[in-house]
């Protein structure tokens, strides 16, 4: 079978690792793809949010599967374009990726099917987002509604910076569109996990726990970046919470979404807050998370490609679907200055040391140059290992980084909970 990946990050590599072990499948294309990617997969310049482009290309090359990965083409309806051109395709169609595209629509579904979540209220007036802020008081969250690169949500410690959020989302246009309805929401305090779920539209398969670090800097500190590292499981997570979520998130969301006529096919991402008071959604995703991707499925057993193919045509409920015992974690090599500006095109040395039967590299931003490879992005790489548990996969996953080297490179040392 000839399958095609759409993205270009290290979530769509990890991906692109595992199809590689699926039965039946003969050749990957990846549009656009990266310079680690093109060792496994042909890559094709497309961009992830050219439809027409990436339409043709499936039809040109006859693909039999495709994959779309990142959350714009998914909200931008690349897998109803896709269908419609008659290949199938793995992801939520435009109408179902609203749940991750609109925080809105997120937020009023929880509402109405009775999910867990922080209390909110939608606002277009600054004014009265900002009388509800008074009454309310902070911490407070303040969240643009549409897709804006994970860059959204202000948690704002001052009734200043609360309002000059508003002001910046609903009269600066930060976010343009993405930012013309916000949402005003109580702040929760706990641990964070996040669980991705295959989904066919009426059954929901979580997959195993993980726990993303946001933050640019150790101990949390700093500004929110697409991920600094990641480990699975999360001990946090606990068999009890797990139970809980199934019942009372994870089932409820997904025939939410069926009630609502947009069935939820793909993977379904639940962001959630561990409180005193149990687990609250902070947000949905429509999509596999990066970098939560790169260490849990590393950790599946079954093949990937034939859950893919159930989820899209509704027999979810007969896969078979194992996980490995023990931990994963990825550690993300980043461009000195990320998220903020930053060089690249450095020389990435190491890259073959630092690989060896429990610990191997993912790529996120880099491109080949004859025999080099160079950075290109702010993510460069997650550095991932798996061990018997999670802290002895942490402890190898640090080994390998310091195998690796670039010019500027950085890393936080506390994934995983410990400082390295
Ligand atoms: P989101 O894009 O909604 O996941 O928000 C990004 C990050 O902001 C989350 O991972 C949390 O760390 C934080 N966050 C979002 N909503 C809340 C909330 N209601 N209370 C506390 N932290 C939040
Ligand atoms: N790691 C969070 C996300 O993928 O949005």
Redesign the pocket.
């Known amino acids: 079978m000839k399958i095609l990946v759409v993205g270009s990050g290290g979530?769509e590599h990890a991906i692109i690792k595992k199809l590689r072990e699926s039965e039946g499948v003969t050749d990957i294309i990846c549009a656009p793809g990266n310079g680690g990617i093109a060792d496994l997969a042909e890559c094709v310049s497309v961009s992830a949010t050219d439809i027409d482009g990436m339409v043709k290309l499936a039809k040109e090359r006859n693909v039999d599967f495709a994959v779309v990965a990142p959350d714009d083409p998914l909200a931008m309806g690349m897998v109803d374009r896709l269908e419609e051109a008659g290949i199938p395709a793995f992801g939520p169609d435009a109408k179902a990726a609203q749940i991750e595209a609109s925080k809105v629509f997120a937020k009023e579904l929880m509402q109405r099917a009775n999910i867990r979540t922080a209390a909110a209220e939608v606002f277009t007036d600054p004014d009265k987002a900002k009388a509800y802020i008074k009454k309310t008081g902070v911490p407070t969250v303040i969240k643009a509604d549409g897709l804006a690169k994970?860059k959204g949500v202000i948690i704002a410690q001052t009734e200043k910076e609360a309002e000059d959020a508003v002001d910046d989302m609903l009269c600066g246009g930060m976010f343009g569109n993405a930012g013309s309805r916000i949402i005003v929401e109580e702040f929760l305090e706990g641990t964070e996990a996040?669980i991705m779920c295959f989904c066919d539209g009426k059954t929901v398969v979580p997959m195993i726990s993980s726990q993303?670090h946001?933050r640019q800097y150790d101990g949390d500190l700093g500004k929110n970046t697409?991920?600094m590292g990641?480990f699975a499981p999360t001990p946090a997570y606990t068999e009890e919470i797990a139970r809980d979520v199934e019942e009372n998130i994870l089932q409820p969301t997904v025939k939410a979404m069926r009630d609502m006529g947009c069935p939820f096919k793909g993977v379904l991402?639940a962001?959630l807050m561990l409180t005193k008071k149990g687990a609250y959604v902070l947000e949905y995703?429509a999509?596999?998370?990066?970098?939560?991707t790169q260490v849990v499925l590393p950790m599946l057993r079954s093949d990937l490609l034939k859950i893919m193919q159930a989820c899209r045509e509704g027999t979810l409920s007969e896969c078979d679907i194992a996980w490995e015992k023990g931990g994963c974690c990825v550690v993300v090599m980043t461009s000195g200055g990320y998220p903020d500006k930053y060089e690249n095109g450095f020389e990435i040395k190491g890259l073959a040391d630092a690989e060896s039967e429990k610990t191997w590299v993912i790529h996120a931003g880099t491109k080949r140059d004859g025999e080099k490879m160079l950075t290109s992005g702010g993510r460069v790489l997650g550095v991932c290992a798996k061990g018997d548990t999670v802290l002895t996969a942490v402890k190898s996953a640090y080994e390998a980084v310091e195998k690796i080297s670039f010019h500027n490179a950085f890393y936080r040392r506390d994934i995983g909970g410990k400082i390295h």
């Open positions: 979530r994970g996040s993303d946001k697409g991920g990641a991402y962001g995703n999509r596999f998370g990066d970098p939560e």
